[in-house]
């Protein structure tokens, strides 16, 4: 018998709150004395948590930064997977975009620690795509890449305005032209995988 779940400590507990109601509510609406509510303590117990809202915001986003798990599916799997998850996730209710994308959005480019995390999250992402074009022999691994995160992203604001978890499936269609275009099998082609062409690492 597995044994019970530890208690959240009251940091876990705050966060946590910050987190839904910044995602939900925007990081701008919602502010500490509303955080503290929710969970009905005192601002001066949350400060002794987070000395700020500034910090706050910044363990919020970080709290957001999950890399992507560890996966024995074949990279091309993987790839257009990343699509399937997005429509997936597209169909939630909670769902109010990228949390880094908005964050950004609401504080302005100016926020420098914000904006910092907000690249190293989208530069985390561009990079997986890169490994696994890597493991397809993938000749300009970099460029397409980075095309990859624009169809993310892209699906992303239209599924926004449009509230349409089709615009995941758009993108995936889209990003199996670039992958064939760059010699990729993605099932139902006449092409061979590209091999022996490994982009510089």
């Not at 074949?74 to 880094?100: M, N, W, Y």
């Not at 904006?115 to 999250?121: C, D, E, M, Q, T």
């Not at 099932?187 to 590209?194: N, Q, T, W």
Request: hydrophobic share 45%; aromatic share 6%; proline share 6%.
């Amino acid at each position: 018998m597995a044994p019970p779940p530890a208690p959240q400590t009251m940091k876990e507990r705050i966060l946590q709150t910050a987190d839904k109601l910044f995602y939900l509510q925007g990081i701008r609406a919602i502010g500490v004395d509303t955080i503290a509510a929710e969970i009905g303590i005192s601002k001066r117990t949350l400060y002794n948590h987070f000395p700020s809202k500034d910090a706050l915001i910044a363990a919020y986003l970080e709290r957001r930064f999950v890399s992507a798990r560890p996966s024995d599916r074949p990279p091309v799997e993987q790839i257009l997977g990343t699509f399937d998850s997005l429509e997936r996730r597209f169909s939630a209710k909670d769902f109010r975009g990228c949390p880094f994308v908005n964050a950004v959005a609401e504080l302005g480019p100016t926020d420098r620690a914000v904006k910092k995390i907000a690249i190293a999250f989208k530069e985390s992402r561009r990079v997986w795509f890169r490994e696994r074009l890597n493991e397809l022999g993938v000749a300009e691994a970099d460029a397409l890449a980075t095309q990859l995160v624009l169809l993310v992203d892209g699906s992303i604001a239209q599924d926004l305005v449009r509230d349409d978890p089709a615009m995941a499936r758009a993108a995936k269609e889209a990003a199996k032209v670039l992958l064939r275009n760059a010699g990729v099998d993605v099932g139902g082609d006449a092409k061979p995988a590209v091999k022996g062409k490994r982009a510089p690492q």
